[in-house]
């Protein structure tokens, strides 16, 4: 019976489905480029903006105010209170979320058809006249000093905070967006009027949307939206330099189960050997339940509930990632299991099968993203942001399917260190210590 | 305060228009000869397809001194069949390109995956094939019990809020088995073996106790040929337990509890009062409470949030939260966060003083309106995930509601009047059937 799903699985495999993705390029009459999938099967529209800097553009001294800064777009604008604000958002129907990452701040926003002009106007007041009142600045910046309390007791939030300090030095990513304690109590709203002027402008800001909207109709509303924004912002931060020493280092916190992020250094999304790392990634610690580590380490040995790698690739640094967690008296043999998976797959890469294997979910799994209208502006966005061509989805299986056995073994050798993979335990591990400081 | 009045109007004129949302949604249901029911909801535009099973068996069915086995067996339907070897079920998904995994709670267990629409006849053919088949070794079960024991550990142990949770859960349910945790406790997931999962598998996995929702780019003529090919195959199990379980006794006392830990950055206080659930064509007392959950802390405009985020700014959050989708009693729960400086006696008493007000207010007209009004957009916003629509089908066949009883919800809740809110409120808000839980650091000892 097993020959028979093989057969089946043959006969499948000649037939990959693709995903029927139109994207048009719309130039708005105020000379903004924005993407569009025209879709007028719902009757609302997915509209996604990403002012690219964001959190990593803090002023020295400032850090948080990116992020706290985005928090309070949705906290009142114009003639509107918070309160105001949030009430007019519902009596639309519609829905704005704001946020800020390391590199970029993130607009997302749904309205329906029938809405479309007074949720835009509600929009706009968010992104160019944003009160930041000081009771709302107060109330919210209460909210980020709590969730800077939880993360210094979250086990996960101190392991990847203290990576982050170990791998880039005096970048900004070597610090939490949310910032510190001290930095957020003393910021005013000077430094948040500041931190809007340096993010939100327009020679930073990429545009996808998809639904019920003409490329006309998409023209004239992004003007709308964005056209009293700034022309420029401030200069983008440079590049960071990642110095990963490799080893271990141990936080002691009383809980019963040790966390550990791990990590080296990566690969750029635009290397042409990418899709290399990527199919390498996929069989090493990637494809969920049928990952080599996964195996090694949850379904041979029963050591962890997941264990997982992936490729980060930040616009100003790449590093290559993973996470697994254990009990305290095993997390030592699952950190022994890994670096010896990765040892293996640096010197011997994988096998034919295995590649074979990844190819067909990496380039089966592609089509499955395009699934609604707020996954595909996303995707669009995304594709804007990394400088791909509006073509790419067509290309995009081609390039995976291109990759060789001996390309993956050859990327495996020079991308996997083993060396210098550098663990971070937070817990109480039984029999293991710091080689690295933190 | 002009600008909200002129939206207001708006959206009173937008009423009628998404009043027909709901005849959009393209969702076929039928029952296979053995008695698996069948839901399909359509959506073309992408050529993806999910398929879930779901059981109506979960944690709250689990023999006594067994805790955690449905969910134990979730793990263990993943290892070998009398077909497939162990793991070779998600790597045949993986290698179509597709991604798999199950989950348990209280009244169900489900399984599911997603991949490309003409990969639907390999999911079918899997997943019918470890309905009845399953092979376990001892290895299984010894590594897959370190396997849950560190979920436990990642999910609970490492987690204040989680252990609090679990204990205020024990304390609400006096005599149901909404009282142990869905993953289990520890010492009696310690002691699950072979003859406990097997014996769980054997009376419920069946298909007269199953669901099947299949969304996506598919037909139901085809769904339903491919059903009947696989599952319609399966003989019905004629002796499927009736599902009954102890039931609680009146609640009479207030509870409270003090759980302290170490690891607690941000005390707060929780409270859950017991709750009346969806009943198969009696809906209207949990629309009611699903309202009033939205009404009293549903966001930021909510009554709570008003109160005491905004008026008093004595916490930094509060929230309310109705989960209506049980088969049994479910809980009311009311969660805030003090500010910096104010006590959890303080926090507590202020929520308690709103709460009072609220009872005296009464519903603001506008709030429900404009609740109303998101419920109706939501029907238009839910077309844009196929998934969501299967999930919420699945779920709520899953513990015992009918498909008319999916597809009336909206007007249900639509009905809902300001007088069946406060009704509602008044009878649930007592005291004697909640429990109340402080979170906090340890005591400092001088």
Redesign the interface.
Known sequence: ??LI?GL??TA??A?????EVNIQSVESPGGLTAWLVE?H????V?LELRFRGGASLDRPGKRGSVNLMTALLEEGA???D???F???S????TSFGFDASRDDVSVSA?F?T??RA?SVALLRAALTEPLFDE?SI??VR??V??II???????DDIASETFDRIAYGDHPYASSLNGTLDSVAALTRDDLVAARKDVMARDRVYIGAVGDITPEELGALIDELLGDLPETGAPMPPRADVTIPGGVTVVD?????S?AVFGQKGIAQDDPDFFAALLLNHVLGG????SRLM?EV?????????VYSYLVARDLAEVYMGSV???NDRIAEAIEVIRAEWAKAAENGITQEELD?AK?????????R?????PIANILVGMQLLGLPIDYIATRNDKVEAVTLADVKRVAGELLNPEGLQFVVVGQPEGLQSTTSN | MKRLQLLGAVAALLLPGLAQARDNEAVTTFTLDNGMDVVVVEDHRAPVVQQMVWYRAGSADEPKGSSGVAHFLEHLLFKATDKLESGEFSATVAANGGRDNAFTSYDYTAYHQRVAADRLELMMEMESDRMRNIRLTPENIATERDVIIEERNQRTESNPGALMSEQMNAAQYLNHRYGSPVIGWMHEMEALDLDDALAFYKTYYSPNNAILVVSGDVQPDAVRALAEKYYGVIPANPDLPERLRTQEPPQTAERRLIFRDARVAQPYVSRSYLAPERDPGAQEEAAALTLLAEILGGGTTSFLAEKLQFDQQIVTYSGAFYRGASLDDTTFDLVVVPAAGVSLREAEDAMDKALADFMETGVDAEQLDRIKLQIRANQIYARDDADSVANRYGQALAIGLSVEDVQNWPDVLEAVTADDIMAAARSVFDKRQSVTGWLMKPEVTQ
């Not at chain 1, 309390?149 to 086990?155: G, L, M, R, W």
């Not at chain 1, 067909?360 to 499955?368: C, E, N, R, S």
Request: neutral net charge; without cysteine.
């Open positions: 019976m097993k799903y089946i699985l499948l495999m037939l990959p489905a693709r995903a879709d099967s719902i009757p609302f997915a114009g003639d509107m918070s309160r105001a949030s009430k007019a519902e009596a639309l129907a749904r329906l029938e809405n007074p009771a107060e109330r209460g909210q000093l709590s309390q939880s993360d210094a007791k979250d086990p916190f009383p809980t019963p189960q966390v494809g969920s339940f049928e195996n949850r379904e041979k040995r029963g050591l962890t509930y997941g967690s254990s009990s294997a067909t979910y990496i380039t089966g799994a592609y089509p499955l395009f699934d609604g209208n707020a």
